[in-house]
T-cell receptor
């Protein structure tokens, strides 16, 4: 089951530069997309989300872009900070009532000082 | 800031034994979820719970699994007869509402090890 794919298992970025994390999906019924950040030994922490009626959502240093025709979304972190080093998960939710989340495998981001 | 809590943080059990994983969701939330993550694999949905009943369950959530909200605060996941393949991190999540903006808030997880 590969409905949500994060094809880059890891990403390394210099502090102060932009981090771009990518996510692809296959299910056109998905209407809500979320990014979670996870540190070791902790649960996922909600970061930012976007509904399918928008193509961009911004919250401070974090921006999510959605390209519905390409079934692709990306998370931009500008500027990247060492504390951003974590595993980032893309998750999607379909139009059903129960809003279960379908997850990607995650991308491990390392921000180097 | 309110948070979801889970106990225990780590549970070791023998195959065939029953385990109960406990969660205290955020107090004004209405929707509750269990997910699990086997090492190296994706986070997988197990079950959602609303208004004191299961809303949806995955194929993983077979007759060996059950959930309960025994009082106003706890939300438990029971595995009746554990198997080796049940070894995973189990995450509880809660959400205040459904519809757009249904961000789910996760607990720190319980690591279940079945020997």
């Amino acid at each position: 089951d590969q409905q949500v794919k994060q094809n880059s298992p890891s990403l390394s970025v210099q502090e102060g530069r932009i981090s771009i994390l990518n996510c692809d999906y296959t299910n056109s019924m998905f209407d809500y997309f979320l990014w979670y950040k996870k540190y070791p030994a902790e649960g996922p922490t909600f970061l930012i989300s976007i509904s399918s009626i928008k193509d961009k959502n911004e919250d401070g240093r974090f921006t999510v872009f959605l390209n519905k025709s390409a079934k692709h979304l990306s998370l931009h972190i500008v500027p990247s900070q060492p504390g951003d080093s974590a595993v980032y998960f893309c998750a999607a939710s379909d139009a059903g009532n129960n809003r279960k989340l379908i997850w990607g495998l995650g991308t491990s981001l390392a921000v180097n000082p | 800031e309110p948070e979801v809590t889970q106990t225990p943080s780590h549970q070791v059990t023998q195959m065939g034994q029953e385990v109960i994983l406990r969660c205290v969701p955020i107090s004004n939330h209405l929707y509750f979820y269990w997910y699990r993550q086997i090492l190296g694999q994706k986070v997988e949905f197990l079950v959602s719970f609303y208004n004191n009943e299961i809303s949806e369950k995955s194929e993983i959530f077979d007759d060996q699994f059950s959930v309960e909200r025994p009082d106003g605060s706890n939300f438990t996941l029971k595995i009746r007869s554990t198997k080796l393949e049940d070894s995973a991190m189990y995450f509880c999540a809660s959400s205040p509402r459904e519809g757009f903006g249904n961000e789910q808030f996760f607990g720190p997880g319980t690591r279940l090890t079945v020997l």
